[in-house]
T-cell receptor, first 109, second 111 residues
Framework: DAKTTQPTSMDCAEGRAANLPCNHS???????VYWYRQIHSQGPQYIIH???NNETNEMASLIITEDRKSSTLILPHATLRDTAVYYC??????????FGKGTSLLVTP | EAQVTQNPRYLITVTGKKLTVTCSQN?????MSWYRQDPGLGLRQIYY???????DKGDVPEGYKVSRKEKRNFPLILESPSPNQTSLYFC??????????FGSGTRLTVV
């Protein structure tokens, strides 16, 4: 599976959009981009995933660049409850997930 | 409600005393897995199971056993726990499109 690079930490003001970047320059054509988050020591929570096209669900939007070498997870109106570690994972099958270190997002009042 | 249930949530035990952490899912998922999470090391996969009676090692299987006798249950067994197995453990099952559902975690302390 392709390696991913994420910033260690980010801040976001409550109510603003949180844009979390992920680089995956070695991604191959059949690899998906998955995003999970972990709030404190709870179990990780699935957010969204995509292959080529941009995706949106009730939690977030996923923007994948045309060359697929990077992506951005967007939380449109961040709340304090969105403070968590966000993991960007690239995998072919969704079976083996390498969580890496993720981005620690702090949403401030 | 679709969920993965782990028990116990917290466990303190002594070195060498066999223990089992249970995991059950109600989504009829075929694939289940166990992870441990340690500060600075992130989430690491211990074992996984593709289906009933099919299990395989993950990245850190030493000191652990699993079994998958029925689809819904995937217990993690520590036959002789040691202090280096003190960790936060998560069970997960895989649904459609690769989406994982994780349990709430088991915080294990081995003294």
């Amino acid at each position: 599976d392709a390696k991913t690079t994420q910033p260690t930490s980010m801040d976001c003001a409550e109510g603003r959009a949180a844009n979390l970047p992920c680089n995956h320059s070695t991604i191959s054509g059949n690899e998906y981009v998955y995003w999970y988050r972990q709030i404190h020591s709870q179990g990780p929570q699935y957010i969204i995933h995509g292959l080529k096209n941009n995706e949106t669900n009730e939690m977030a939007s996923l923007i994948i660049t045309e060359d697929r070498k990077s992506s951005t997870l967007i939380l449109p109106h961040a709340t304090l409850r969105d403070t968590a570690v966000y993991y960007c994972i690239v995998t072919t099958s969704g079976y083996a997930l390498n969580f890496g270190k993720g981005t620690s997002l702090l949403v401030t009042p | 409600e679709a969920q993965v249930t782990q028990n116990p949530r917290y466990l303190i035990t002594v070195t060498g005393k066999k223990l089992t952490v249970t995991c059950s899912q109600n989504m009829n998922h075929e694939y289940m897995s166990w992870y441990r999470q340690d500060p600075g090391l992130g989430l690491r996969q211990i074992y996984y199971s593709m289906n009933v009676e099919v299990t395989d090692k993950g990245d850190v299987p030493e000191g652990y056993k699993v079994s998958r006798k029925e689809k819904r249950n995937f217990p993690l067994i520590l036959e002789s726990p040691s202090p280096n197995q003190t960790s936060l453990y998560f069970c997960a099952s895989r649904g459609g499109a690769g989406m994982r559902t994780f349990g709430s975690g088991t915080r294990l302390t081995v003294v």
